[in-house]
Nanobody, 125 residues
């Protein structure tokens, strides 16, 4: 079973920064597919960033240039660095993964099917 645990949320003023962490169990160093999503009350879930092994990271246009995804393979941890935060960035943030990458070397898809409990980010103006 692939488990994800997020941390690092909190409250920050507009223009501030936060770094979210996501510890992912069972992922190998070379095969990973990670998404960062957010959902604000009353709004649809939005994928803000994707990090896949062997592929450049991708970002939603709403966060491009301000958010950066990275990983620490030694800690099996993925990060979302969020700079220049805006009030509209207030949401619960989740990391998600494609668990099939952990169980099959033949599988090369990248669609999330497991996610963590989320961490709240609140940006005040």
């Amino acid at each position: 079973q692939v488990d994800l645990v997020e941390s690092g949320g909190g409250s920050v003023q507009s223009g501030g920064s936060l770094r979210l962490s996501c510890v992912v169990s069972r992922y190998t160093d070379s095969r990973y597919c990670i998404f960062w999503l957010r959902q604000a009350p009353g709004k649809e879930r939005e994928v803000v960033a994707t990090l896949e092994s062997g592929v450049d990271a991708t970002y939603a246009s709403s966060v491009k240039g301000r958010f950066t995804v990275s990983r620490d393979s030694a800690k099996n941890t993925f990060y979302l660095q969020m700079n220049s935060l805006k009030p509209e960035g207030t949401a619960k943030y989740y990391c998600a993964a494609d668990s099939r990458r952990a169980y099959s070397t033949l599988y090369s898809g990248c669609e999330f099917n497991v996610w963590g409990q989320g961490t709240q980010v609140t940006v005040s103006s």
